[in-house]
T-cell receptor, first 113, second 114 residues
């Protein structure tokens, strides 16, 4: 069965500093990987996705993620965090064809002044 | 182009009542997914539907829960005889036909059971 681990429940980053959120997955084949962001009381917004090809994926809002098969990881990065990035971030894995997604438990990002 | 629309945004029910949650997918999307989010948890898959068909309901509780996506109208998630443990946020997502399409989420329905 597929699974996703986000080892950090909370992360605090100073505004302007760089960010890396960790995600490890377990899946038997080549996974489809996603990062979503959720603001309080809102739904999930897709930041970026990896299906195949280049292992460095660019997303919206200046985010990127790198797929590392050898480490079963898909970490999310941003070079300079803005206060508006404070939210909860979810990593998810799906399979090919239709994708019922398996989510991690999320990482809450706090941005300090 | 409107996104995935869910209503109501908030729903309060007493134990034993029925809850109906509605989801209208994005225009052109024929695949609908329902997920449940408990406090401090990620989203858990419940059911995947296409028009008039349940494709995968492996995440649905065996009793009291049902889902449909009729030919006309929104998808409905129905919970009969609600209990306190049903309190959660329920999210609907949709995707277009064809493989390898990301899911787009609605803002969810927050269900509270008194």
């Amino acid at each position: 069965a597929q699974s996703v681990t986000q080892p950090d429940i909370h992360i605090t980053v100073s505004e302007g500093a760089s960010l890396e959120l960790r995600c490890n997955y377990s899946y038997g084949a080549t996974p489809y990987l996603f990062w979503y962001v959720q603001s309080p009381g809102q739904g999930l917004q897709l930041l970026l996705k990896y299906f195949s090809g280049d292992t460095l994926v660019q997303g919206i809002k200046g985010f990127e993620a790198e797929f590392k098969r050898s480490q079963s990881s898909f970490n999310l990065r941003k070079p300079s965090v803005h206060w508006s990035d404070a939210a909860e971030y979810f990593c998810a894995v799906g399979n090919s064809g239709y994708s019922t997604l398996t989510f991690g438990k999320g990482t809450m990002l706090l941005v300090s002044p | 182009n409107a996104g995935v629309m869910q209503n109501p945004r908030h729903l309060v029910r007493r134990r034993g009542q029925e809850a109906r949650l509605r989801c209208s997918p994005m225009k052109g999307h024929s695949h609908v997914y329902w997920y449940r989010q408990l406090p401090e948890e990620g989203l858990k898959f419940m059911v995947y539907l296409q028009k008039e068909n349940i494709i995968d309901e492996s995440g649905m509780p065996k009793e009291r829960f049902s889902a449909e996506f009729p030919k006309e109208g929104p998808s409905i998630l129905r919970i009969q005889q609600v209990v306190r443990g049903d309190s959660a946020a329920y999210f609907c997502a949709s995707s277009p036909p064809g493989g390898d399409q990301p899911q787009h989420f609605g803002d969810g329905t927050r269900l509270s059971i008194l």
